[in-house]
């Protein structure tokens, strides 16, 4: 049993540390909208994204590395528990990609 709770601890600690890039990157690209016009704007936010991916990488690549290397977690297990632990980040992100569309962020925007 206790494995189950040190790998639910890190696999929350994994969906808040998302949420909190997510969540970053959103008010970002609402900043961005602001001070800027569409061209300059996809081209600040094109320089950053790498950056992002990097960090989410990251992030996944630590708790994939806790759970299964020092933990001992059967890996069905981890990818069950990684699946609760973002799924509610990227409902977040679903809801909030209306609110980057009216800003000029996504397909819509390009026509």
């Known amino acids: 049993m206790t494995p189950y709770l040190q790998?639910?601890?890190?696999?929350?600690?994994?969906g808040l540390?998302?949420?909190a890039i997510f969540h970053t990157w959103s008010r970002y690209l609402i900043k961005l909208a602001d001070k800027y016009d569409v061209a300059?704007?996809?081209r600040r936010a094109t320089l950053l994204f790498p950056l992002v991916a990097i960090l989410l990488l990251a992030a996944l690549m630590v708790a994939l590395n806790i759970c299964i290397r020092v933990i001992k977690l059967d890996p069905i297990a981890f990818a069950i528990g990684?699946?609760?632990?973002?799924?509610?980040?990227?409902?977040?992100w679903i809801r909030r990609s209306k609110i980057l569309q009216k800003h000029g962020y996504g397909r819509r925007s390009a026509e």
Do not use: E, G, H
């Open 40 to 42: 300059l704007r996809r």
């Open 82 to 92: 990684l699946y609760i632990a973002i799924t509610p980040t990227f409902l977040w």
């Open 7 to 14: 790998s639910a601890s890190v696999l929350v600690l994994l």
């Open 17 to 19: 540390v998302v949420f």
